[in-house]
Nanobody
Framework: QVHLGESGGGLVQRGGSMRLSCAAS????????MGWFRQAPGKEREFVAS????????VYADSVKGRFTISRDVAQETTYLQMNALKPDDTAAYYC?????????????WGHGIRVTVSS
């Protein structure tokens, strides 16, 4: 079982910056991916960014490329999402995700979600 502890979030003005953190604890192997998804009111949850824990390979949604940066601290078992140039469209609940594949079976763990509000 993996537990995810999220922090950060809140209210920020358009063009501002904010950093989200997610610490993973519990039993895990070395082959996993951590990332962030978000869900705006009335919309489906969507992928934002991810980072592979072994080599740090990153993937971003087109909507956040060039503005958001995902990183990891291996020693702290924490992933960060640095969000710059925030827009009102970035307003959503952001969920940390931990994804691992063992013997061909994928398992996802989710954080409780952090609300990010970008005012115009």
């Amino acid at each position: 079982q993996v537990h995810l502890g999220e922090s950060g979030g809140g209210l920020v003005q358009r063009g501002g910056s904010m950093r989200l953190s997610c610490a993973a604890s519990g039993r895990k192997n070395s082959n996993y991916v951590m990332g962030w998804f978000r869900q705006a009111p009335g919309k489906e949850r969507e992928f934002v960014a991810s980072v592979s824990w072994d080599v740090g390979a990153t993937v971003y949604a087109d909507s956040v490329k060039g503005r958001f940066t995902i990183s990891r601290d291996v020693a702290q078992e924490t992933t960060y999402l640095q969000m710059n140039a925030l827009k009102p469209d970035d307003t959503a609940a952001y969920y940390c995700n931990f994804s691992t594949v063992v013997s061909g079976v994928r398992t996802d763990y989710w954080g409780h979600g952090i609300r990010v509000t970008v005012s115009s």
